[in-house]
DNA sequence: GCGTGTACGGTACTGAGTACCATTTGGAAC
DNA sequence: GTTCCAAATGGTACTCAGTACCGTACACGC
């Protein structure tokens, strides 16, 4: 996937992105290891031997490595948009039809590296101050499926509630199929057939 | 209301609740005129005429002070899941059906405040990490939910899903009816009738 | 090699939240 | 009214997250 990143990768760019892989794992280590709250960026920092303010370069705040994996499902998101054929959206039925393939996406980029996802579900479920972290992400996909659906002739009404059942479908995947990112991409895909079954009796 | 608290309230008691609701109006108004993230710990405790201490000892953080009236919505919810008729909740409808009563009954109890709601609103929808917060309150009402459609015979999956599905309508309606307590409250109607309607479809 | 900009580490600061202290004060029993 | 007790309070001192600033080292382009 990520094998061709620009141009060529300079040394300064490798060391940075080393050092900053170098942070998450030692990161998620000592969370998985000891529970977010207990660990101490000045831990984190010495034990990947850097500098306190280096960590806060990298990243804005200590929850922030936590959803370090962010930008790569945002990547797959916006990729799945523009691959999304233009279709009528008109009514509630059309809109959910395109935002569940857009969750799903989103879901099949996670279940690439189920390893990392088991990990991070445990460590989300664990500390509620992370799970409000992790529903803000969820309201900016919420936010994109929406703008999508808009720009694409869906009345805003049905828009924002499209976009909020969609998150909904997530949500109950989540909680149903925990741990592994398969299951919750079986589980999403089951809860749509729910809500639209409901729509076809 | 609330005019029959308990047996008889003490001075003790009294005082207590002054001094509550002192830090609740002196912390709003200097987050409404300031922004939440400025305005410090000890300029609340000074302006309230208490010590920083005490503050805390009130409000687990600075945070809780914005969401101070979450009991008042939870004993409307629970009384409202009391009142609610034994009905059969077997399929996703009828689970629908229910929850969404029991929503509006949320609802309603915050259109009894209008003030407090639009003030409440535009605190949250203009600092994220009050967002954040205020989302997992909304969690906290699904996992309510949920219980309760489980407890009244709802299959795990459907439960999940009508409860998330719920909070998608009301979500969606926070979006549209911004600051108006009663416009979320009908916002949220025509949410679930449009999710409904295509149903019936 | 030689400037230049970028990354880095260190120090010092503010503010949230916690632990512990002594003091005050309301309530109750006599 | 006095006495005793428990609850409420305010203050001090601490840890840790996050920010601002400064001097230094190093990769890059020439």
Not at 27 to 52: N, S
Not at 121 to 140: A, I, M, S, Y
């Amino acid at each position: 996937m990520s094998t061709n990143n620009g141009p060529v990768e300079s040394l300064r760019d490798r060391k940075r992105r080393q050092t900053r892989e170098r942070i998450i794992e030692t990161a998620f280590a000592l969370f998985m290891e000891r529970g977010f709250d207990v660990v101490t960026v000045d831990e984190i920092a010495q034990r990947a031997e850097i500098g306190r303010t280096t960590f806060f370069r990298y990243f804005g705040d200590k929850q922030e490595v936590v959803f370090s994996t962010e930008d790569d499902f945002l990547r797959a998101l916006t990729a799945a948009m523009h691959d999304a054929p233009a279709e009528p959206l008109q009514d509630l039925a059309q809109a959910l039809a395109t935002s569940r393939r857009l969750l799903l996406a989103i879901c099949t980029e996670a279940a690439r590296n189920p390893g990392h996802y088991a990990v991070y579900h445990r460590l989300v479920e664990q500390h509620p101050e992370l799970e409000d972290r992790h529903t803000r992400k969820t309201r900016h996909y919420a936010d994109l499926l929406e703008k999508h659906l808009i720009d694409h002739g869906t009345p805003p009404a049905t828009a924002v509630l499209a976009a909020q059942l969609t998150v909904a479908c997530y949500q109950a995947a989540w909680r149903l199929g925990s741990h592994d990112a398969t299951a919750v991409l079986r589980e999403a895909n089951d809860a749509f057939d729910l809500l639209l079954g409901a729509t076809a009796a």
